[in-house]
Nanobody, 121 residues
Framework: HVQLVESGGGSVQAGGSLRLSCVSSGLPNPKFCMAWFRQAEGKEREGIAALNYDGSTTYVDSVKGRFNISKDNANNILYLQMDSLQPEDTAMYYC????????????????WGQGTQVTVS
């Protein structure tokens, strides 16, 4: 079965950076889409970035230019490099996966990690 495990969250000052990691296992084939979501306290979960198997990416406007989604294909690791962090970025961050037929941060994802907390003060 599919497993996604996030790490790399923590507390940083405004303007700082973090790199989140998501180690995946059990995905059935290499043609898959992966994404990062976040959920702040009292708010709905929102997709923020997606990366398809062909390398194409999409970002929500609020993180465009500050966050970068990438993969280490050899080790099955998805990354989210977050720069210029602001207090409004404070949230639980989740990685997710789906088949690669449609890959966008607004798509429906069936596989989820447990989340890693990011706090910006």
């Amino acid at each position: 079965h599919v497993q996604l495990v996030e790490s790399g969250g923590g507390s940083v000052q405004a303007g700082g950076s973090l790199r989140l990691s998501c180690v995946s296992s059990g995905l059935p084939n290499p043609k898959f889409c992966m994404a990062w979501f976040r959920q702040a306290e009292g708010k709905e979960r929102e997709g923020i970035a997606a990366l398809n198997y062909d390398g194409s990416t999409t970002y929500v406007d609020s993180v465009k230019g500050r966050f970068n989604i990438s993969k280490d294909n050899a080790n099955n690791i998805l990354y989210l490099q977050m720069d210029s962090l602001q207090p409004e970025d404070t949230a639980m961050y989740y990685c997710a996966a789906k088949d690669g037929s449609w890959c966008h941060f607004t798509a429906d994802f069936g596989y989820w990690g447990q989340g890693t907390q990011v706090t910006v003060s």
